[in-house]
């Protein structure tokens, strides 16, 4: 059964970092694009971070470019989203993603095969 799990949200600080993983099972990462959507209470769900192999793909929200990496480590089937000067904007809960489509697309479409249960990230002083 295929299976995205989440891991490493919690507090922090105003222009602090944080890394969240996420460790896939019951399916190869290596074929899909993959990346992470967030849900802030009272706002859409939106694509932020998507990365696909394949073609080299990369896609990055507005709000979070500059600021926020998506990689992925296909020998561990895990994909990582490291976060830089988080601001209490970025307080949401985050979704792992994996989807057969471009990095592009499932960003922008929210195209997904499959979700993780999220993680909750909050950013406050």
């Known amino acids: 059964q295929a299976q995205l799990v989440e891991s490493g949200g919690g507090l922090v600080q105003p222009g602090g970092s944080l890394r969240v993983s996420c460790a896939a099972s019951?399916?190869?990462?290596?074929?899909?694009?993959v990346g992470w959507f967030r849900q802030a209470p009272g706002k859409e769900r939106e694509g932020i971070s998507c990365?696909?192999?394949?073609?080299?793909?990369?896609h990055y929200a507005d709000s979070v470019k500059g600021r926020f990496t998506v990689s992925r480590d296909n020998a561990k089937n895990t994909v990582y989203l490291q976060m830089n000067n988080l601001k209490p904007e970025d307080t949401a809960v985050y979704y792992c993603?994996?989807?057969?489509?471009?990095?592009?697309?499932?960003?922008?479409?929210?195209?997904?095969?499959?979700w993780g249960q999220g993680t909750q990230v909050t950013v406050s002083s």
């Open positions: 993603a994996a989807a057969q489509t471009t990095a592009h697309s499932m960003c922008t479409r929210g195209w997904v095969d499959y």
């Open positions: 019951g399916f190869t990462l290596d074929y899909y694009a």
């Open positions: 990365i696909r192999s394949k073609d080299n793909g990369l």
